[in-house]
């Protein structure tokens, strides 16, 4: 397999121990970093399209669905934090120019991608977080999954009765209409008996509280973390807890006026936050802690 060339957005199609795993590079003309951007439970890559719209041509960006997701395979063996940064690693070494990349996370692809930087620390060069519930274990539920369970795919009868059923989750998000029924669109798959999600109901609840501090503890890498102002998952505790984790100072700080959906709901200055702080510089809106 050859990378691809050009400079008009590329797809790659990767065998990763027998699952393939789909996604896109948009080469840039910026400063030369690769930035590979992880999405969330249930999600896709397109949800960084309109984030990625403002970045322009700034990075060098990849997008790819995990696997159990979007148009990438599905596992029959299971799913793990283990499993997914394995494939963050290999796409890595597929389209990194210098074979590694910073990270840019969302949601339960922040907790993928702190298993990566964990476990793969040759290949993740920085590590940004955005908007995930990080907290140090309790003895009583440490070893619980979080999140919510899957549930069976409900099939609707036509893609348009699909679409309008799309809600994302957590409820609660300034996104325009017009981004959340393009994430709609991308979001569901043809099947004999009508239309329905792409992600298989197993990836959910891949996660411990006592693995995630396990991962932290082995990270080198500079991290950041960053919130929407209206969620409550990033907050100065949470980002304490990180940085003596990690052994260092992290950065965090919260996007106005956004839920969970950070991308989604203010996709142009959080783009403008990160294009800051990928570029070294020192972006106001986050503060140091640790």
Same mark, same amino acid.
Request: aromatic share 6%.
């Given at each position: ?8 957005? =590329? ?5 990763? &121990?027998?699952?393939?795993? &789909? ?39 990849? $997008? ?7 148009? #990438?395979? *599905? ?17 890595? &070494? ?28 040759? $290949?993740?060069?920085?590590? $940004? ?16 999954? &979080? ?25 609660? =998000? ?10 709609? #669109? ?51 505790? #949470? ?15 919260? $996007? ?13 200055? !959080? ?5 800051? !702080? ?8 986050? *503060?140091?802690?640790?």
């Amino acid at each position: 397999m050859t990378m691809p060339s050009g400079t008009q957005e =590329s797809r790659f199609v990767l065998d990763h &121990r027998g699952t393939r795993l &789909r996604g896109r590079i948009l080469p840039g003309d910026g400063n030369g970093r690769d930035v590979v951007l992880i999405h969330g439970a249930g999600a896709h890559g397109h949800w960084w399209d309109a984030m990625l719209g403002h970045v322009g041509r700034r990075w060098r960006a990849t $997008v790819f669905d995990l696997s159990g997701h979007g148009e #990438s395979g *599905h596992r029959s063996d299971g799913y793990g934090g283990e499993t997914w940064a394995s494939e963050v690693a290999s796409v890595i &070494r597929y389209v990194a120019h210098s074979g590694s990349a910073t990270l840019v996370a969302h949601s339960m692809g922040s907790l993928v991608g702190a298993a990566t930087a964990a476990l793969y620390p040759q $290949v993740v060069d920085e590590l $940004v977080m955005l908007d995930v519930t990080i907290r140090p274990p309790r003895a009583d539920t440490a070893q619980q999954p &979080r999140g919510r369970p899957g549930r069976e795919r409900t099939v609707h009868a036509d893609i348009d009765t699909a679409i309008s059923r799309f809600r994302l989750v957590p409820a609660g =998000s300034t996104a325009p209409a017009g981004l959340v029924r393009a994430l709609a #669109s991308h979001s569901y798959e043809q099947v004999p008996q009508g239309w329905r999600v792409r992600f298989d109901p197993a990836v959910f609840q891949r996660f411990t509280d006592a693995v995630i501090h396990d991962w932290l503890g082995r990270i080198d890498c500079p991290v950041t973390l960053v919130g929407g102002a209206l969620s409550p998952a990033v907050t100065e505790a #949470s980002a304490r807890y990180v940085a003596g984790r990690v052994g260092r100072p992290v950065r965090w700080g919260l $996007v106005p006026a956004a839920h969970h959906h950070v991308q989604l709901d203010r996709p142009g200055p !959080l783009a403008d936050l990160l294009v800051e !702080l990928l570029d070294g510089g020192e972006p106001s809106s986050l *503060h140091r802690v640790g």
